[in-house]
């Protein structure tokens, strides 16, 4: 492993920086203004006549530097925005010299892109434009800076959140074995004894968000049903929790529910699912291969991937999506391509095809387990890519992550009018959210002062338990100023 020397005047931006380097160099340590490491990074800087010049300086092993000049600007919190930029920048042409490599995303280290294209379109640049400064400012691939334009097009023929309208998303943290890359807190079923309290606080704390709802005037939106497993419940714990939604679901533009592993799937649930409205189910296969699936912890098969589709269609779902993931643990190009071929008869009507990556709370992470070839993985989902095209479907949705092979993306493909609203609302943070369980997070974008504030519910579901009431409390304070 390298480590770096890090030696700044802006210690302030060290994480960002250092995000930098990982972009080339993954698994880098820092160390910030001590000596020592393998390679140092020497980082100086001046201002003056308006402009502010910054310098970049590699030795120890690598040899390159980086100059860049740029205007000060009046508005302090621009120029905070801007010199991070500058710096990341520098920094980023030295890592491009010492490397020799082109990055796809370039210097963009952000979890949503396409804010950047939203922020170019709000200064009054077309699409086009928007999609070009990106590209230039931070050295994107043209395929990338592509992509984010259309998922923008995509987006922008949504209808947006008004300002009373508010989605509901209910989180059951719990699975029936635990994926050796899930970074997600969610207990495992067992033998069960968590679920009744559990699904018992659940119907306390959604009564009071009813009862908020309606005293706010609010609109319901979209629901969305997530987790963790929420078919890891039995069919009457979820006939519980879905009816203790059921004003706003009767109200609710879309209404999902995550099926989410093939082996949780009965007709009794989703009979239950479907009975209650929701008109978009998850079922995640990941991978067409069954070797893969033992690999990484979870406990189904292809074919019973086949059997939750087919019940699935039998009970009358039409909108299923599909989660894949690229790079996967033994997974070659071949693999990868077998298992779009695959997914192609199960016709999902959306697809999100993941980028693997190893999360330090993740047991892929504990195993010390390596990412794949960037290369390859790229290769990868520039296939999931053409394949999704294929069919017919546009990206609208696109997410990074720290850890991510081939520092890639994740993206959600879906047929036209099948995009889902809530995916959207909460990736460009648009919408309001009231969450419930826990760890779940509400939301509320707050007119008065132009940003989102947030009421998290506790993460441990024991804690959630004991403390329902009071998770209803910390959403009631949310919405106790008046907005409209
Ligand atoms: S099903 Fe999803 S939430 Fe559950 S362990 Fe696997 S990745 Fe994590």
Known sequence: MTTVSLMTPTPQFANDLADVVRIFWGNAAFLVNETGGGVTVRHTE???????ACRME?????????ENVRPVSDDPLLEKRYHKRQIKQALYGVMKQVTGENPPWGSLTGIRPTRLVYEAMSRGLSLAEAEKEVGEIFDVRADKARLLSEIVEVQSSLPPPGRRDVDLYVGIPFCVSRCAYCSFL???VGRGKQLPPYVDALETEMAGVMHLIAEKGLRPRAFY????TPTSLTAAMLGRVLTAARPFLDRAAEVTVEAGRPDTIDADKLRVIRDHGAGRISINPQTAHDETLALIGRKHTVAQTEEAYALARKMGFSHINMDLIAGLPGENLEMFLKTLAWSRALAPE??????????RSSLLHLWEAELPDGTMVSRM???GRREAQARGMRPYYLYRQKHMAGNLENVGYALPGRACLYNVDMMEETGNVLAVGAGAISKRVNPLIGRIERAPN???IGHYIQRADEMLERKRALWSFDAF
């Open 381 to 383: 989902v520039d296939e």
């Open 350 to 359: 959306s697809l999100t095809v993941h980028t693997l990556s190893i999360k």
């Open 46 to 52: 001046s201002a003056q006549n308006g402009l502010r």
């Open 458 to 460: 506790v993460s441990e």
């Open 58 to 66: 590699m030795t120890g092993g690598y040899a390159g530097a980086m």
């Open 225 to 228: 049903m997530g987790g963790g």
């Open 186 to 188: 969610s207990g495992e």
